[in-house]
């Protein structure tokens, strides 16, 4: 059964490389979803998959790019059938 997570990441998270390093991230995992930056400075990240794959993937974005991330806020939805892992605009 998948899951969706969609995770709001704080800090100096624009202008870093961030939607890019979690679009690199999710090749190496078998999430789907998409990272996009919010007009309030947060960056979205929205995964889709298996639980501990979208737990596994969300925590190698967190690792990688902890030294821009002041807070970050996750939120469990129903999984909606995302089948790509994209960069939104």
Same mark, same amino acid.
């Given at each position: 059964?998948?899951?969706?997570?969609? *995770?709001?990441?704080? #800090?100096?998270?624009? =202008?870093? =490389?961030?939607?890019?390093?979690?679009?690199?991230?999710?090749?190496?995992?078998? *999430?789907?979803?998409?990272?996009?930056?919010?007009?309030? =400075?947060?960056?979205?990240?929205?995964?889709? #998959?298996a639980?501990?794959? *979208?737990?596994?993937? *969300?925590?190698?974005?967190?690792?990688?790019?902890?030294?821009?991330i002041?807070?970050?806020?996750?939120?469990?939805?129903?999984?909606?059938?995302?089948?790509?892992?994209?960069?939104?605009?």
């Open positions: 059964m998948n899951v969706c997570k969609r *995770v709001f990441f704080q #800090g100096h998270v624009q =202008g870093v =490389g961030f939607r890019y390093a979690a679009h690199g991230l999710a090749q190496r995992f078998p *999430v789907a979803g998409y990272v996009r930056n919010l007009a309030d =400075g947060r960056v979205e990240l929205v995964a889709e #998959g639980a501990t794959e *979208v737990d596994r993937f *969300v925590q190698a974005v967190a690792r990688q790019m902890a030294e821009h002041g807070s970050r806020e996750e939120l469990e939805e129903p999984a909606r059938g995302l089948t790509t892992f994209e960069i939104r605009t």
